[in-house]
């Protein structure tokens, strides 16, 4: 199991095949993470493509000392995103938004929910619960202290469950 | 206690982190912040499962091909005023080729009273390089350069042989290597035998010169009223380094406020594909500066043309002509025993040295 530390090392030292296993390994990840506030399978895809080609071409911003590689990839990944709002302006709001796949259960709903909310919230929530990350993680992404990332997460939960209550009454 | 009070711990339980005694024994005690607290969990549960369902199987093939930089090295102003030995260098060239990286190497001073030519030479297949060079100072008379070219190594030298109202004739050789296998040495005594041809030049004028097995190599240039400094000569002659380049410019070592070397003049670069230079000073051994970590190197703070480090209690600072990284953090390893006769280099232990090193073979010095 190669280390973080080995890993970027390989990157900087142009080890292509080490960065392609690194990138089929967490790209699928990172792009429905991008796919959750781009809203957009097309978009998200040329997102998370930028995102890795950024980082192979300029590999020079990770710290080990600040977090994982996975989750200095995912605050790429967040920059860039905010970066393709930027670009595409006010008419980027109309973006086809992609459904999500069928499910019996709430996972459309779940994602409806998720879009209503703060863009900030939805990233944090989602970093959070879905990847995992910690909230030293979460703070070096957002550059934020941790104890606002502990705030601002159960503002997030909590706006969510507002909405996931309402919906499981009417169901 | 209130159920608002602990509703953020309530959350920052869900996400498995340790909270206040007091909170915690409420939500324990507590039906309201139970239900908020299972809600919590459903919820991120419910999103982790709706990720699994979104997350595709593969993702569009990539090919990850990172631009090359150019092999370029510069020489000029003659062997003795460098700090390289002639053998030194042809070596630290052959090490530099075996490897494919770039390194620039140059020592030009400011002078007055001549007329300077800065020349770009951009050969068919590979990317400009500039070289100033004097039409009246022969310190400063000539300039050459390796450079890749389509997929071989072109060398040149270009020397100033006269000059007369608003022009200059150059004396020219070059030689160019399609596909070299294995490790390159060039030696400049060697390379002096190659036929020189002479053009009359002026400045605004493109020179097509013929290169056998290449094709051809432009030069043009302009007229200066000095001798420019080194990083207007470097590969990239931007202040502000690439973001894989590590430059070490004029290094000044104080340990302590207290000078261990001066390199003046100086210039090393290394990049990703040799990410670490090497600076040998006879009797205190070699340094290596590396952008990735080496075994038993510490880290070191990079600020604009600053390394500061701390060995054994001493602090050390490396003051360099040049902004040195745009990374944060660099690593030293200082081998106090070193001796360039122990490995392969061949350069002497009298002599020192400086230019880019492999931080995989730093590891096969047998420091004694």
Redesign the interface.
């Known amino acids: 199991m190669v280390n973080d530390?080995e890993l970027w090392?390989r990157i900087?030292?142009?080890d292509?095949s080490a960065?392609?296993s690194f990138?089929?390994e967490n790209?699928?990840?990172v792009?429905?993470f991008l796919?959750q506030f781009l809203g957009n399978h097309a978009a998200a895809?040329d997102v998370?493509?930028e995102t890795?080609?950024g980082i192979?071409?300029?590999?020079?911003g990770f710290?080990p000392e600040r977090g994982t590689l996975r989750a200095y990839i995912f605050g790429i990944a967040r920059k860039r995103a905010a970066e393709y709002w930027r670009r595409q302006g006010p008419s980027g709001t109309s973006l086809h938004q992609d459904p999500?796949?069928s499910?019996s259960?709430?996972?459309s709903l779940?994602?409806d929910m998720?879009k209503r909310l703060p863009h900030e919230q939805r990233i944090l929530?989602?970093l959070?619960?879905?990847e995992g990350q910690s909230?030293a993680e979460l703070a070096a992404i957002l550059d934020v202290p941790a104890g606002t990332v502990?705030?601002r997460?159960?503002a997030a939960?909590?706006q969510?469950?507002k909405l996931?209550?309402g919906v499981k009454a009417n169901r | 206690m209130k159920c608002e009070e602990a509703a953020e711990f309530v959350s920052a339980v869900c996400d498995g982190e340790l909270i206040p005694s007091d909170i915690a024994s409420h939500i324990g005690n507590c039906e309201r912040c139970a239900a908020l607290l299972r809600d919590f969990v459903e919820i991120s549960a419910e999103l982790r499962r709706m990720a699994s369902l979104q997350v595709p199987r593969t993702v569009r093939p990539a090919v990850w091909e990172r631009k090359r930089s150019k092999l370029t090295m510069m020489w000029q102003k003659g062997w003795e005023t460098m700090r390289i030995p002639k053998l030194a260098f042809a070596i630290l060239v052959m090490v530099i080729l075996a490897l494919g990286s770039g390194l620039v190497i140059t020592k030009v001073r400011a002078q007055g009273g001549g007329s300077v030519v800065m020349l770009t030479i951009k050969p068919e297949g590979g990317e400009a390089t500039r070289c100033a060079i004097s039409s009246v100072n022969p310190q400063f008379g000539y300039c050459g350069g390796m450079t890749m070219a389509n997929s071989g190594l072109l060398m040149y030298e270009i020397r100033v042989l006269g000059s007369e109202s608003g022009r200059i004739q150059l004396g020219v050789r070059s030689k160019f290597q399609n596909h070299p296998t294995g490790p390159v040495t060039f030696n400049i005594t060697e390379f002096a035998r190659e036929p020189q041809r002479r053009y009359w030049f002026e400045p605004g004028q493109q020179l097509d010169l013929e290169v056998p097995a290449l094709g051809t190599m432009a030069v043009t240039g302009e007229f200066m009223d000095h001798m420019p400094t080194r990083l207007s000569i470097a590969d990239n002659n931007e202040l502000d380094p690439r973001a894989d380049e590590l430059r070490i410019s004029s290094p000044l070592l104080l340990r302590d406020n207290t000078t261990v070397f001066d390199f003046d003049g100086m210039i090393s670069i290394a990049d990703h594909n040799i990410p670490a230079v090497q600076v040998y000073e006879p009797g205190l051994g070699r340094y290596i500066f590396s952008l990735l970590p080496l075994p038993g190197a510490v880290q070191a703070k990079v600020a604009d043309s600053r390394i500061s480090y701390e060995i054994g209690g001493h602090k050390y600072q490396l003051l360099t002509g040049s902004p040195i990284s745009r990374a944060e953090y660099a690593w030293v390893l200082q081998q106090p025993n070193y001796r360039p006769s122990q490995d392969s280099t061949g350069q002497r232990d009298d002599q020192p040295f400086s230019g880019s090193v492999d931080p995989k073979h730093v590891g096969d010095v047998v420091v004694r």
């Open positions: 530390q090392g900087r030292g142009g292509a960065f392609d990138y089929r790209a699928p990840r792009q429905v796919q895809e998370m493509q890795f080609a192979w071409q300029r590999p020079d710290q999500v796949v499910d259960g709430y996972a779940l994602s998720l929530l989602w959070r619960a879905v909230y502990r705030s997460l159960f939960r909590y969510l469950r996931w209550l």
